[in-house]
């Protein structure tokens, strides 16, 4: 009888190692960055003013991974002002946005992607430095939550702003429409905020409630960041109300690698 349930157990076990074996058959990665497909050259293609590039930047910075930073605003902005448009930005950046990245290799191999948060991961997962991203599911879940509600929620409201207060005039030569800037500010920008608030009012360190800085952390700074670079004040937006979001975004913002991707907006 002993020797039955001992037996069973074995299959059960050798069938469970047979699924795993045959699930990561499933996903073979195919030998990378190595020997002549190793990368010589990474490339991030974007204008710093834009917060998802700042994002990627940061991102970067803080993994400390070499990389050439091309400046180019997005297709739709060259062409609005009769701009060419570099023939390998278009092949990186499937809809003309902004960051796009490049890699090539030994043999001039290329591989791209597009996508902030997409391109803020691989960096994140090629290089063992700083790692951004927690390894239980749950932390780890909560990134990619608040990596999330940066694109979907925060985002749209500070990008509205730069759109109207730095894009319009600088670059299009339109005017601003004063009151679409308004009802940022008035009634879409105040709730979010305030989510960050109670977010952080548990006294957890950085937003997601990891141990360590996060790409949560990157993507959330690099978003409330544009509130400075759109003409206005982010701490004053902020307001002494919310007084664990000022504090989390000083000590983000404090970090060289958001000093790094900012100083050429303040030159
Ligand atoms: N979801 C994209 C958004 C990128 C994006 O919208 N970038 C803006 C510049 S800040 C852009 O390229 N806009 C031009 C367009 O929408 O065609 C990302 O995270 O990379």
Redesign the pocket.
């Known amino acids: 009888m002993k020797k039955k349930i001992w037996g069973s157990l074995v299959a059960l076990l050798s069938l469970f190692s047979l699924q795993s074996i045959s699930l990561q058959a499933e996903f073979p990665c195919p030998e990378e960055n190595s020997g002549t497909n190793k990368v010589q050259e990474r490339i991030l293609w974007?204008?710093p003013?834009?917060?998802?590039?700042r994002?990627?930047l940061v991102t970067f910075y803080e993994k400390k991974v070499p990389f050439t930073h091309n400046n180019t605003?997005?297709?739709?902005?060259l062409t609005a002002t009769h701009q060419p448009i570099d023939k390998n930005f278009e092949a990186a950046?499937p809809?003309?946005?902004?960051?796009?990245y490049e890699e090539i290799d030994a043999n001039k191999k290329r591989f791209t992607l597009?996508?902030?948060?997409?391109?803020a991961d691989y960096i994140n997962q090629i290089s063992q430095e700083n790692p951004l991203r927690p390894t239980c599911p749950k932390a780890n879940a909560q990134v990619s939550f608040f990596i999330g509600y940066a694109?979907s929620t925060l985002?749209p409201a500070t990008?509205a702003i730069?759109?109207e207060n730095v894009?319009k005039p600088a670059v299009l030569k339109e005017k601003t429409d004063e009151a679409r800037v308004k009802t940022v500010l008035q009634n879409e920008l105040p709730p979010i905020l305030d989510f960050l608030e109670k977010s952080l009012s548990d006294g957890r360190s950085w937003i997601a409630d990891t141990q360590n800085f996060s790409l949560a952390d990157i993507v959330i700074g690099s978003h409330l960041a544009t509130l400075d670079t759109a003409k206005l004040s982010a701490m004053e937006q902020i307001g002494t109300r919310r007084p664990h979001l000022s504090a989390y975004l000083k000590k983000v913002l404090e970090r060289d690698s958001f000093k790094k991707a900012l100083k050429p907006l303040a030159e």
């Open positions: 974007g204008a003013i834009s917060p998802y590039v994002t990627d605003l997005p297709a739709k902005l950046s809809f003309g946005k902004i960051p796009a597009s996508e902030s948060a997409v391109i694109g985002a990008h730069l759109f894009v």
